[in-house]
């Protein structure tokens, strides 16, 4: 999928559960969306394990990677879960947890 911001074309990818082994998938789901752009890359990554939980990682370079390591990830091990490669290139990261969600209906119903 290709975004165009400006005069500039980003390269957009997006991935479900980034090389989780397929013998054994997790209890939950990792979303990966990637925007390169010429000299860097935003990764996006939302999380449906426990609190929905959204990450931003912006790196100055158009190679960067966002690597899971499943087994360390699933303990909610915070501290090998996830690596930027390389790690130099991240700029700033920030995260929102929603600790809260609720489900809204509306009821509509159509003329006839």
Same mark, same amino acid.
């Given at each position: 999928?290709?975004? %165009? ?22 209890? %939950? ?7 390169? @752009? ?5 990764? %996006?990554?939302?999380?449906?394990? @426990?609190?929905?939980?959204?990450? $931003? ?23 090998? @879960? $996830? ?14 947890? %929603? ?6 209906? $509306? ?6």
């Amino acid at each position: 999928m290709d975004v %165009f911001v400006s005069s500039s074309p980003l390269q957009v990818s997006m991935s479900l559960n980034p090389g989780a082994p397929s013998q054994t998938p997790p209890d %939950f789901d990792l979303l990966h969306v990637r925007a390169e @752009g010429d000299n860097d890359t935003l990764h %996006f990554l939302l999380c449906s394990q @426990g609190a929905p939980t959204l990450l $931003l990682i912006h790196t100055n370079t158009s190679s960067s990677t966002v690597e899971v390591n499943w087994s360390q990830f699933s303990a909610r091990n915070i501290s090998g @879960g $996830l690596k930027v490669e390389p790690e130099s290139s991240v700029l700033y990261s920030s995260a929102v947890v %929603f600790s809260r969600v609720r489900d809204f209906h $509306l009821k509509y119903t159509c003329p006839p």
